[in-house]
């Protein structure tokens, strides 16, 4: 069975800090990884996607993943957070077989204080 | 990005009513839709897979005799909550995947109380 795990439940960072969130899966099979972010009241937003290529994958906002397939991790990073980055952020893993839904893990609170 | 629209955006019931939320996908044909729950501070759990025109694919533990979910149109599906109860308050989202791509866009979501 599919599964996500979230390292950190609770992130608190000065602006200007730097941001990694970690995230792991568990999957046998070839994925489809995801960054989403949750803001205060507000629905579901994809900030980044990896499916095949450059592991590298840039995101919207400032926000980069590294997807390393012998650690099965992808985790998200931004070099300098900013208050408006306060949000809940989940990683999410699809496999690419047939009609699979997102699984997503836990998530991460990030808080950002002035 | 594509759009996925929820209605209600909130709604609060009296124990044993049925609650009815629609779920559209604006400007793409969904061929699949899911269904998911979050509780506070809580990720999100798949309930449902629906798939138009068909059965729904529900996850283990959900009741299907409780949560119907109806996916009639490439652009529409409905997750009614029958005789819904206290516990059954959550924010309730629903996903919908495009015939040819493959990321999900999610809905605002719908917040349900039963009092």
């Known amino acids: 069975a599919q599964s996500v795990s979230q390292h950190n439940h609770h992130v608190i960072l000065s602006e200007a800090a730097s941001l990694e969130l970690g995230c792991n899966y568990s999957y046998g099979g070839t994925v489809n990884l995801f960054w989403y972010v949750q803001y205060p009241g507000q629905h579901l937003q994809l900030l980044l996607k990896y499916f095949s290529g450059d592991p590298l994958v840039k995101g919207i906002k400032g926000f980069e993943a590294e997807f390393i397939k012998s650690k099965f991790s992808f985790n998200l990073r931004k070099p300098s957070v900013q208050w408006s980055d306060t949000a809940e952020y989940f990683c999410?893993?699809?496999?690419?077989?047939?009609?699979?839904?997102?699984?997503f893990g836990k998530g991460t609170r990030l808080s950002v204080i002035a | 990005g594509a759009v996925v629209s929820q209605h209600p955006s909130w709604v609060i019931c009296k124990s044993g009513t049925s609650v009815k939320i629609e779920c559209r996908s604006l400007d793409f044909q969904a061929t699949t839709m899911f269904w998911y729950r979050q509780f506070p501070k809580q990720s999100l759990m798949l309930m449902a897979t629906s798939n138009e025109g068909s059965k729904a694919t529900y996850e283990q533990g959900v009741e299907k005799d409780k949560f119907l979910i109806n996916h009639a149109s490439l652009t529409l599906s409905t997750l009614t909550v029958t005789s819904a109860h206290p516990e059954d308050s959550s924010f309730y989202i629903c996903?919908?995947?495009?015939?040819?791509?493959?990321?999900?866009?999610f809905g605002p979501g719908t917040r349900l109380l039963v009092l």
């Open positions: 999410a893993v699809r496999g690419r077989s047939g009609n699979t839904p997102l699984v």
């Open positions: 996903s919908a995947r495009s015939t040819s791509g493959e990321t999900q866009y």
